[in-house]
């Protein structure tokens, strides 16, 4: 069996706006003035205390806990108004993969339990993967653990995965996996970003990263 694991934001879902938005209130719930869309962006796929604490390194703890509640309860609100929506292709090119008898899926995420699986049922994602491992149960990006979780779960050698992301944690998380990593183009890192990280290849469109998976898996 051959196995790919996927990232979340910013792969397969298009949650930019929701994540700036929510920053930015969590930084106005700590009385922060508002960051950048593009420091925000060079954080996005790291578990969200990691995220912060790369954002105000000087901070102290409780300011940085205002922050991340700021943060979930934006993002929780805006969840429940509207989920943030499938890239154009990606159900398609996932329903594809999923009809294959020789290719298993998996999900490795930044994202919370709650989210992660309020995401999946909103799109009807859920049966498509064999697991979803997350920040709740795992240190943060680019540690190996979710990716190493993923193919204990499926129960695929490392060189039978590919890990697909949009961001250098995706990348360095497969590598420290020993799992190739494929770059997607239209997320939060920049293609020389994702080469710099280990990308074996980026995709600049889903049907590219169809032809790039179908040339990994065979």
Known sequence: MKLVIWDIDGTLVDSHAVIMDSMGAGM???????LPD????????????????????????????????????AYSAARVRNESPLFP?????????AARDDVLMAVATGKSRRGLDALLAAHDLGGLFVTTQCADDHPSKPAPGMVIACLRAAGAAAGDAVMVGDTSFDMQ??????????????????????????????????AGLGRLLDGVLG
Do not use: F
């Open 28 to 34: 106005r719930a700590a009385g922060l003035p508002t």
């Open 38 to 73: 593009r420091a925000v962006s060079a954080i996005v796929g790291l578990s969200l205390p990691v995220a912060v604490e790369t954002l105000l390194p000087d901070a102290d703890e409780a300011t940085r806990a205002r922050v991340v509640d700021g943060y979930r309860a």
């Open 89 to 97: 292709g990606a159900r398609d090119l996932l329903g594809r993969l």
């Open 173 to 206: 998380m497969a590598a420290n996996a020993g799992v190739a990593g494929i770059g997607v183009a239209w997320g939060h890192h920049g293609p020389d970003d994702l080469r710099a990280a280990g990308a074996r290849a980026v995709a600049a469109d889903m």
